[in-house]
Nanobody, 126 residues
């Protein structure tokens, strides 16, 4: 089992940057693909980005391409989401998630993930 704890959220002005971190417990972090999702008030939880076990492959939802970067440090059991050029529509609770199996199809679906963090709030003011 993996426990995930997100940090790094906060209030930022439009155009600003934040870096989210997700620390994982246990010794098997490198066995899991990782993803970031977000959920705005009144909306469904949506896919943001994913990264494979080795970090060799990353994918993003179209609305964040060129602005967000997902990365991981397996030695530190941590996955990151660097968010630049933030927009008010990026406001949401951001969740990290771990997947035991990874395919291009499942990686953007929240049902493809086995473990979830508690979330961290990101608020972008206009």
């Amino acid at each position: 089992q993996v426990q995930l704890v997100e940090s790094g959220g906060g209030l930022v002005q439009a155009g600003g940057s934040l870096r989210l971190s997700c620390a994982a417990s246990g010794r098997t972090f490198n066995r899991y693909a990782m993803g970031w999702f977000r959920q705005a008030p009144g909306k469904e939880r949506e896919f943001v980005a994913t990264i494979t076990r080795s970090g060799g492959t990353t994918t993003y939802t179209d609305s964040v391409k060129g602005r967000f970067t997902i990365s991981r440090d397996n030695a530190k059991n941590t996955v990151y989401l660097q968010m630049n050029s933030l927009k008010p529509e990026d406001t949401a609770v951001y969740y990290c998630a771990a997947a035991q199996t990874w395919t291009f199809t499942s990686s953007s679906n929240r049902n493809g993930y086995d473990y979830w963090g508690q979330g961290t709030q990101v608020t972008v003011s206009s």
